[in-house]
């Protein structure tokens, strides 16, 4: 299985928010921290705001946070949520592709059945068991 770059760098946002949930993170910060787009980054907080996954404030001391304990935030949910849209394979999008062996696939089956295994394992842990080590900040003299 391969997810998609905008599944990618929102875990690796999560994951950075969660070691420090008391601080509000700006998008600008974790795009350069992880070198990534912030306008890409941007979309992909808005999602998760959306969502109900993290809150964000604007203003002085704004960006995003956790809304919810890390503990409380399942990686199958958010992955769920980054992934709506992308099908596995062509046949599993919504108009159903442009498959040619549709009427008679015997792996359609066992590609759904391996997604939701997938899912389920991913169900099995939080965003509290995949956080980054707090990063100490250097202060600059």
């Given at each position: 299985m391969r997810l998609t770059s905008f599944t990618d760098f929102g875990l690796r946002a999560l994951m950075r928010m969660a070691s420090e949930p008391d601080?509000?993170?700006?998008?600008?910060?974790?795009?350069?921290?992880?070198?990534?787009?912030?306008?890409?980054?941007?979309?992909?907080?808005?999602?998760?705001?959306?969502?109900?996954?993290?809150?964000?404030?604007?203003?002085?001391?704004?960006?995003?946070?956790?809304?919810?304990?890390?503990?409380?935030?399942?990686?199958?949910?958010?992955?769920?949520?980054?992934?709506?849209?992308?099908?596995?394979v062509e046949c599993f999008q919504a108009s159903g592709g442009a498959c040619t062996v549709m009427g008679c696939c015997r792996l359609?089956?066992?590609?759904?059945?391996?997604?939701a295994a997938f899912l389920a394992d991913l169900d099995r842990s939080t965003l509290a068991d995949v956080a980054l080590p707090r990063m100490e900040r250097v202060a600059l003299a």
């Open positions: 601080r509000a993170f700006s998008t600008a910060d974790l795009a350069e921290e992880f070198a990534l787009s912030r306008h890409h980054l941007t979309k992909i907080m808005s999602t998760l705001a959306q969502a109900g996954i993290v809150a964000t404030r604007r203003g002085s001391g704004g960006g995003a946070v956790l809304a919810r304990p890390a503990s409380q935030i399942r990686l199958g949910e958010v992955v769920r949520l980054l992934e709506t849209g992308q099908a596995l359609k089956a066992r590609l759904r059945s391996a997604e």
